[in-house]
């Protein structure tokens, strides 16, 4: 019998009281180590998930579905067409069926090469019901935009670089710090052992290759190029990411589709614009505005807006040209006065449905030329009056 301590009761040691408790009933002692053992794996299974990747939590969610749809924003450029290409390789990796799918139009010069040159087959929508899966996964923008029903679409996985508020219902992984999204999913391929191989690698390797992780030539040179195309080949616009990303792809290029993607055939009109651009520009201090009226090929601004940004003494500039009952807006800066991307929102607030935005040194919009000239709430304006809003914009005014 335990004799008691000096000026207190009697104590029975814990491995006593363990023993006892055993004796008298071994399942409480069996339902406690089971418990314990359960916590423990809780443990391990969360830090486990806690580390991985952000490319194996992206991996893990596409391999939750049978088919999914890739969905590029409208009218999209090489780094949202490389971004398509990489999740369709993941997709395949894993069994999972998937379709490239954009709305708009793919008309610049570029992109029309980009597609062509690595014979990438996309499909184009103009309604909600002409996605192929309801497990939609966003790259390149953040919130689905330019189809009828595009409200409705709840996408499962969003990989972005521009700021945004979407988000996906099982994975997001937006960062505006980067240059190009292509880099981010160049990041995804690199931390799971992909290993980018040259078009002859790809060759000898046959079947072969199945036994590991091969980053295909093609795959490889589309986001090295939709990184160049988003960052004005490594001069603009670049994180630290950018550099690593092509570093990493650069043993898989194929440098003649390179190449041919990088120098295409220019379409007639858009040296036409680009004329227009320059010729009719209005400049004022250090900001330079241009109606380049009438346009059949909307792709044309932009690259209208690049070239007046060579203009000596040139820090900021918009383009406008109309299609049909639209404007389409274009907007440069070099300027650390002028975010581009806030100036053109501003502009658009008061014209009913009209949308502009962007980042600070480029942004885009688009309104209704009727909305503009006072259809609906609002007192409305002329082209004047709205080409003076821009430049009050650039100069902080509104």
Same mark, same amino acid.
């Given at each position: ?76 450029? #090489? $780094?949202?067409?490389?971004? +398509?290409?990489?999740? %369709? *390789?993941?997709?395949?990796?894993? /069994?999972? @069926? ?77 960062? #505006? $710090?980067?240059?190009?999204? +292509?880099?981010?999913? %160049? *990041?995804?391929?690199?931390?799971? /052992?992909? @290993? ?203």
């Amino acid at each position: 019998m335990p004799h008691a301590a000096a000026g207190g009761v009697g104590r029975v040691a814990p491995s006593d009281a363990a023993s006892a408790v055993a004796e008298q009933d071994p399942l409480v002692l069996a339902a406690a180590v089971v418990g314990l053992l359960a916590v423990l794996v809780a443990l391990w299974w969360g830090i486990r998930r806690f580390r991985r990747t952000p490319g194996e939590q992206f991996v893990r969610q596409l391999a939750d579905h049978e088919e999914i749809s890739v969905l590029m924003h409208p009218n999209p450029d #090489p $780094d949202a067409m490389a971004s +398509a290409l990489a999740v %369709a *390789e993941f997709a395949d990796e894993i /069994g999972v @069926d998937s379709s490239l799918q954009y709305p708009g139009q793919i008309r610049h010069q570029e992109n029309r090469a980009f597609e062509t040159v690595l014979n990438l087959d996309f499909d184009q929508v103009d309604t909600a019901s002409d996605l192929t899966s309801e497990n939609v996964v966003l790259v390149d923008h953040n919130e689905p935009r330019g189809f009828t029903g595009a409200e409705r679409v709840d996408p499962v996985a969003v990989v972005d670089h521009h700021p945004g508020d979407g988000t996906g219902s099982a994975f997001t992984d937006v960062r #505006p $710090d980067h240059g190009s999204c +292509a880099s981010i999913l %160049a *990041e995804y391929f690199e931390q799971q /052992g992909w @290993d980018p191989v040259s078009p002859e690698e790809e060759d000898a390797l046959g079947t072969n290759g199945d036994a590991q992780r091969v980053l295909g030539s093609e795959t490889a040179t589309g986001l090295l190029y939709g990184i160049q195309s988003d960052t004005k080949h490594l001069t603009k616009g670049c994180s630290e990411a950018e550099f690593a990303a092509s570093a990493y792809l650069y043993d898989g290029i194929d440098e003649d589709s390179l190449d041919r993607i990088a120098n295409p055939q220019v379409d007639a009109e858009v040296l036409d614009v680009k004329a227009r651009a320059i010729n009719e520009r209005v400049v004022r201090n250090a900001f330079a505005v241009a109606d380049v009226g009438e346009v059949s090929n909307v792709d044309a601004i932009p690259q209208a807006a690049d070239e007046l940004t060579r203009l000596e003494g040139v820090t900021a500039v918009v383009v406008m040209g109309q299609k049909g009952d639209t404007l389409h807006l274009s907007g440069r800066s070099r300027d650390d006065r002028v975010h581009m991307g806030k100036a053109l929102r501003a502009v658009v607030e008061e014209i009913p449905m009209a949308n502009a935005g962007g980042h600070a040194r480029m942004g885009g919009g688009q309104l209704s030329v009727e909305h503009m000239e006072g259809l609906g709430p609002g007192d409305g304006m002329d082209r004047q009056d709205f080409v003076d809003r821009l430049f009050d914009a650039m100069t902080g005014d509104i």
